[in-house]
Each structure stands twice: as C-alpha cells, then as structure tokens.
C-alpha cells in the first residue's frame, strides 16, 4: 500500500466521533495504509501473564482516507470490526474501496467508550 496522497503535505486530520452520527455516509478516498500506533502500544504481559514479545512496541493501525457527506476529508482509523466486516463484503483489497460508501454506526466499547462502526453500502 502507497501513502494517501491527500493528505501528502497538510498533515493528517482524523475523523472524531463527534463529527459524526449513527446513520452517516463516508465515502472512501485512498486505499488506506498500515501504520504504527503514536497512542497503543503492546502490553508488557500476555492475557496468560507470560512476558509480551512485542512488550512497548506501537500496535499497528488501520488508517484510510475519507469523505465526509459536508465535502470535508479526514483520516480515519478503522477498528476490526469495520475492517473484517467491509472485507468479506467487497473484498480485502482495499484498492477496491477507493469511492465505495459506507454507513456509520456509533456503539458502546466494551471498555465504556464509544466506537465507529461501518457497514459499506452496496452498489
């Protein structure tokens, strides 16, 4: 995957979730990239209590290139969920993205926070 030329020299700016409602449209720019996380990083312990062998290294993030129905773009960090979801409905080459829609849902995390979600729409 290529860095979205869109945002090449002004920077990056992330979609936030209360710039959007449950019931959105997105239209998707670029086909996205694999990056590394500035906020998450790996545990020093497994779930088992085992010493992580990726301990304080940045977790690897989904981002991807957006518009917004306002015309406005942003970047957006797309969770599993969403990812596994657009995936096995058009594919896992996200070159075949590129100008697909999708719908925004907002829904609780299990850690009490709030996500987005996304459901694309089919042509």
């Not at 920077?11 to 979730?17: A, D, N, R, V």
């Not at 993030?61 to 015309?71: D, H, K, P, S, Y």
Request: glycine share 8%; aromatic share 8%; with cysteine.
């Amino acid at each position: 995957m290529t860095k979205p030329s869109c945002f090449a020299n002004s920077g990056k700016k992330y979609l936030k979730i209360d710039e959007v409602k449950t019931g959105d449209l997105i239209k998707f720019i670029d086909e996205g990239e694999e990056v590394e996380s500035t906020k998450y990083f790996y545990p020093e312990v497994t779930l088992t209590g085992a010493p992580h062998p990726l301990a304080g290294k940045p977790r690897k993030q989904f981002e991807i290139g957006i518009t917004l129905a306002n015309g406005e773009k942003r970047t957006l960090t797309i969770n599993k969920t969403s990812y596994t979801a657009i995936g096995d409905k058009i594919g896992y080459d996200t070159k075949d993205w590129i100008n697909k829609i999708a719908t925004v849902s907002i829904a609780p995390t299990p850690n009490g926070k709030k996500a987005i979600y996304l459901s694309i729409i089919e042509d």
